[in-house]
């Protein structure tokens, strides 16, 4: 199975701020890389997909990159709602595995 | 718009089964791949498995394999997944999504949450 490894954890950043969260796939995935984010009580939802792609209705801050085995997540200028925890998922070949995931917050 | 929702929670005892279902609304099943997903409390996700969009069948995480069936009722719109031999650590929330074929999931259930208590 393809191990992914999410970094960081958890983050603090004020808003206004650069956030980076990367994940590192186990072996070469191409682009088959997907963001979620997940707000407290809620579903996942989806941010980016094929590793760049911006989902529909997805705030423009939002960017993704990368392509292989290293993927990048970009909040350009972290706002008070996007407090939440982001998760790559490779959905390149089954079965899929999720980043660990990453704990946003607000200083 | 396509709408996913799942029935409601469940309390089950140890070794029993589950069957949770999501009813698909604004598309048919037929031109949609889903996929279950679960989240233990106060943990990360953790995909259960998927219909593979090439021949229609379902593909299970090696941690479900052999208690885990997903099946769909193409006649209502409805998938279902159903984890037998129950254990507490299978309390959780389950989601089922729309899967775009290789372009993420962008439809999700609301979640249905599992209990496994004795």
């Known amino acids: 199975d393809i191990q992914m490894t999410q970094s960081p954890s958890s983050l603090s950043a004020s808003a206004g701020d650069r956030v980076t969260i990367t994940c590192r796939a186990s072996q070469g995935i191409s682009k088959g890389l997907s963001w979620y984010q997940q707000k407290p009580g809620q579903a996942p939802s989806l941010l980016i997909y094929?590793?760049?792609n911006l989902q529909s209705g997805v705030p423009s801050r939002f960017s993704g990159s990368g392509s292989g085995t290293d993927f990048t997540l970009t909040i350009s200028s972290l706002q008070p709602e996007d407090v939440a925890t982001y998760y790559c998922?490779?959905?390149?070949?089954?079965?899929?595995?999720f980043g660990q995931g990453t704990k946003l917050e607000i200083k | 718009q396509v709408q996913l929702v799942q029935s409601g929670a469940e309390v089950k005892k140890p070794g029993a089964s589950v069957k949770v279902s999501c009813k698909v609304s604004?598309?048919?099943?037929?031109?949609?791949?889903m996929h279950w997903v679960r989240q233990v409390p106060g943990k990360g996700l953790e995909w259960v498995g998927g219909?593979?969009?090439?021949?229609?069948?379902?593909i299970y995480a090696q941690t479900f394999q052999g208690r885990v069936t997903m099946t769909e009722d193409t006649s209502t719109d409805t998938v279902y997944m159903e984890l037998s031999s129950l254990r507490s650590e299978d309390t959780a929330v389950y989601y089922c999504a729309r899967d775009r074929m290789g372009d993420g999931m962008d439809v999700w259930g609301q979640g249905t949450t599992v209990t496994v208590s004795s």
């Open positions: 219909f593979d969009p090439e021949d229609g069948q379902p």
């Open positions: 998922l490779q959905d390149y070949t089954t079965p899929w595995t």
């Open positions: 604004g598309y048919t099943l037929i031109e949609l791949s």
């Open positions: 094929a590793a760049f």
